[in-house]
């Protein structure tokens, strides 16, 4: 199953590979830190912190045509705001963690392409 589709990003930059690869590395720099913040904010219940995390992170993994992905942040994201279902905050993170390095894989091979 493919988690990734550049072809967005590939449309919005003409098809330049130099900025799709800059791009790809931008994701690349920016997951392990919002791994890291909302596993943060998880452990210590800062629901707040964990959905604005979880907003930030949306941006992210959308440039790279992860739809599912995003959507589920959205979720998260909105639960958040209101403390809805907080059990169901360690799934999504977890989600989130095997999307993203799933993810890195399939980039890091589309990057060698490039």
């Given at each position: 199953?493919?988690?990734?589709?550049?072809?967005y990003l590939k449309e919005i930059t003409g098809g330049e590979?130099?900025?799709?690869?800059?791009?790809?590395?931008?994701?690349?720099?920016?997951?392990?830190?919002?791994?890291?913040?909302?596993?943060?904010?998880?452990?210590?219940?800062?629901?707040?912190?964990?959905?604005?995390?979880?907003?930030?992170?949306?941006?992210?993994?959308?440039?790279?045509?992860?739809?599912?992905?995003?959507?589920?942040?959205?979720?998260?994201?909105?639960?958040?705001?209101?403390?809805?279902?907080?059990?169901?905050?360690?799934?999504?993170?977890?989600?989130?963690?095997?999307?993203?390095?799933?993810?890195?894989?399939?980039?890091?091979?589309?990057?060698?392409?490039?």
């Open positions: 199953m493919a988690y990734t589709d550049l072809s590979s130099s900025i799709v690869r800059e791009m790809v590395e931008m994701f690349f720099a920016q997951i392990d830190e919002f791994k890291d913040n909302m596993n943060k904010y998880l452990k210590e219940e800062k629901w707040t912190e964990l959905g604005k995390e979880a907003h930030k992170a949306k941006s992210s993994v959308l440039i790279v045509g992860m739809e599912d992905l995003g959507q589920n942040l959205k979720k998260l994201q909105l639960l958040t705001e209101e403390e809805k279902e907080i059990d169901t905050y360690p799934d999504f993170v977890k989600m989130f963690e095997e999307q993203c390095d799933a993810a890195v894989i399939e980039l890091e091979e589309e990057l060698n392409s490039l």
